[in-house]
């Protein structure tokens, strides 16, 4: 199997972030590898640019969750942290979806799949999923779902 250009390339900003003596990127980025790396060990896998974005994906909304959380806590600086990672992660995915471009790619799915009622909706989760992977907000995805069948 190829080795990921996304891999490549976090590894590469890591490296330049090293000699740059830029620690809370280094930090952000060795997490980033690290976490590739255990999910390789785990599964015995080398990671596809798919699965790399995947990763990605979920420690973005991980942050996300975490942002919500501490702010609800009222533990700003600890918000103000994930955030910063949150940008950081942000970099290696692909330019975000706009509303228009993701409502299109819902009601073109729900069209595809046949689906005109709230149990429908996993055929039509499975249809869109691969293709807004780490450029929409899948709790986004699911509301509007939700409100075209609904």
Do not use: H, W, Y
Not at 69 to 91: C, K, M, P, T, Y
Request: net charge negative.
């Amino acid at each position: 199997m190829a080795v990921s250009a996304m891999k490549t390339r976090i590894n590469d900003e890591l490296k330049t972030a090293m000699r740059a003596k830029e620690k809370a990127r280094v930090a952000v980025l060795r997490l980033v590898m690290a976490e590739f790396k255990r999910i390789e060990v785990d599964e015995r896998i080398e990671l596809d640019d798919a699965r790399v974005l995947v990763v990605l994906d979920k420690m973005l909304k991980q942050r996300r969750d975490s942002i919500e959380q501490f702010d609800s806590a009222g533990r700003a600086e600890l918000a103000d942290q994930e955030r910063a990672e949150s940008v950081i992660i942000q970099e290696f995915l692909p330019q975000p979806l706009s509303d228009a471009e993701l409502d299109e790619i819902v009601d073109k799915a729900i069209i595809q799949s046949g689906a005109n009622e709230m149990r429908d909706m996993g055929k039509v989760m499975g249809l869109i999923k691969p293709q807004v992977q780490g450029r929409a907000d899948m709790a986004d995805v699911s509301r509007r779902i939700k409100s075209s069948l609904g």
